[in-house]
């Protein structure tokens, strides 16, 4: 039994109510989808790392001016975070094609693209998250043209800053998923970056060899899911390799 309400339960995370009006505690579940959540796993200890992960992403995104619903990570499976009312969009930005891009347009995997693309689909597991053009958007009504805007300038800022923060650490972002949500403020409301960044929802190759450091590893069977996840976490300086010991989770369980 759960000492507190939960709000929401969604593939790989849930959330229950907060300590404080206006906010949420967002819980990262060691539970894995794909394709539709036809494909189903529990990878030990993945929730720990996207949670680390994540935490880290918003904070370093909040310093360079990026609005975010986080506020503090409480223990290892969960932060605090600020309520807001998602935008039902998942937000892609690519710089390398790869996934859906590769299948969708036929252009190989791994091919650079002229320049990075921002792409939305709908929010919408029962339809497959399907590929939106902007005249849906603003013909439905999901987001105002305004709001688009933001959204836009924001992830081609999300995505300048994460291109280099993971290039200085040895790994080629190829493309990721974000969402947005629409904090209230005292005179309507302003869009934040919300949900998570974490290698389930990114493409992160090794710029070296090109091993693939993601949640693709799940996906295609590959392996060493939660090791690569590890890997992306120490590389970024979150947790400490262990002496002696190849990477494992024993190095991140032991930490609050
Ligand atoms: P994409 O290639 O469109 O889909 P798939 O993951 O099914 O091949 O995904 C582009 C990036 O966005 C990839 O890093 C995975 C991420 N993504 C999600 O995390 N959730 C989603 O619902 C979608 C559509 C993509």
Same mark, same amino acid.
């Given at each position: 039994?759960?000492?507190? %309400?939960?709000?929401?339960?969604? !593939? ?17 579940? #060691?539970?894995?989808?794909? &394709?539709?959540?036809? %494909?189903?796993? $529990?990878? =030990? ?18 310093? @360079?001016?990026?609005? $975010?619903?986080?506020? %503090? ?8 975070? !600020? !309520?807001?009312? @998602? ?12 996934? $859906? ?10 091919? %650079? +693209? ?5 792409? &939305?689909? +709908? ?6 998250? /399907? *590929? +939106? ?26 995505? =300048? &800053?994460?291109?280099?923060? &993971? ?27 919300? #949900?998570?960044?974490?290698? #389930?929802?990114?493409? +992160? ?5 090109? !091993?693939?450091? #993601? ?6 069977? *590959? ?19 262990? /002496? ?13």
């Amino acid at each position: 039994m759960s000492r507190r %309400k939960q709000i929401y339960e969604g !593939k790989a995370k849930i959330l229950y109510e907060g300590p404080e009006p206006g906010t949420l505690i967002q819980y990262f579940k #060691d539970d894995a989808t794909a &394709f539709n959540a036809q %494909k189903k796993a $529990t990878l =030990d200890g993945k929730g720990v790392l996207n949670n680390r992960i994540s935490e880290y992403m918003m904070l370093r995104l909040g310093e @360079i001016g990026i609005p $975010t619903h986080f506020i %503090k990570r409480v223990n290892m499976r969960e932060q605090l975070i !600020k !309520k807001v009312e @998602i935008i039902p969009l998942e937000v892609i930005c690519r710089n390398v094609a790869a996934g $859906t891009m590769s299948k969708r347009l036929g252009i190989e995997e791994g091919e %650079k +693209l002229p320049r990075s693309i921002v792409e &939305f689909c +709908l929010k919408r597991d029962d339809l497959g998250d /399907p *590929l +939106l053009a902007e005249e849906h958007i603003h013909a439905f009504g999901w987001a105002t043209q305004d709001e688009l805007d933001e959204i836009i300038g924001m992830t081609l800022r999300i995505n =300048d &800053f994460m291109l280099g923060l &993971f290039a200085g650490i040895g790994i080629r972002l190829i493309d990721f998923k974000i969402e947005f949500g629409r904090l209230a403020t005292p005179d309507g409301h302003q869009v934040v970056l919300a #949900d998570e960044i974490s290698p #389930d929802s990114c493409r +992160l190759w090794d710029s070296e060899t090109d !091993k693939k450091l #993601d949640k693709d590893r799940f996906r295609r069977d *590959l392996g060493d899911v939660t090791e690569a996840y590890n890997e992306v976490a120490m590389r970024l300086g979150i947790i400490k390799p262990n /002496p002696g010991t190849p990477p494992n989770l024993s190095v991140v369980t032991g930490d609050k």
